[in-house]
């Protein structure tokens, strides 16, 4: 596992639930990956939203001021780690050095009340999403689930992340990879 660790940096990627999975929070998920180092790993959920909370729900709660016409973007359950914060991933163009980490040049995150108050004065990202909380992981600790065939790694289109269709996001991710999510068990192994 130490190799696989080292040679391993999942930035960028998408992280997509075997059938195996154990934890039912992420059971199907797909998962932008924002950052992965020795010390850890970091991503958001882009394909499970948010089923009782509205973007200008949020953004009244926030006090944040709608332009006419602004328009809003989805809230998705982004994992369970601080679930109270929100992680807003959008495309690449938007952002600046302080507030925004720059995964690569077409994906940002940022998580600082500047982007929400763009967004809803009709700037900010051209395509973004609000995911409450991440999914985390400790040194070593995804390169294990990785070994035990707990997810695939895909590479991360913006099609795909920010696509509306959230339910079939895990199936396309899938096919993507050349892979038919019928022929996938839930049984692991090595050769």
């Not at 190799?3 to 059938?19: F, H, R, T, V, W």
């Not at 020795?38 to 949020?58: R, Y």
């Not at 909380?133 to 070994?147: F, K, N, R, V």
Request: charged share 20%.
């Amino acid at each position: 596992m130490d190799d696989l660790s080292e040679s391993l940096d999942l930035s960028g990627k998408l992280l997509i639930a075997m059938p195996s999975m154990g934890d039912w929070r992420f059971t199907q998920s797909v998962i932008y990956m924002c950052s992965h180092s020795d010390k850890g790993a970091m991503g958001l959920i882009v394909n499970k939203p948010s089923e009782d909370l509205q973007f200008t729900d949020l953004l009244k709660q926030l006090e944040i001021e709608t332009a006419p016409g602004a328009r809003t973007i989805r809230v998705h359950m982004g994992g369970p780690v601080e679930f109270g914060r929100g992680f807003v991933l959008h495309s690449g163009e938007y952002g600046d050095e302080v507030s925004t980490l720059r995964v690569n040049e077409r994906f940002g995150m940022t998580a600082t009340l500047d982007i929400l108050e763009d967004i809803a004065s009709g700037s900010g990202p051209e395509m973004a999403l609000l995911a409450m909380g991440y999914a985390g992981w400790g040194p070593g600790q995804l390169e294990g689930e990785i070994a035990q065939n707990g997810w695939l790694i895909g590479d991360a289109t913006q099609g795909l992340v920010f696509g509306r269709d959230d339910a079939g996001k895990w199936q396309a991710a899938l096919e993507e990879m050349g892979i038919n999510p019928l022929l996938l068990s839930a049984e692991g192994g090595r050769a």
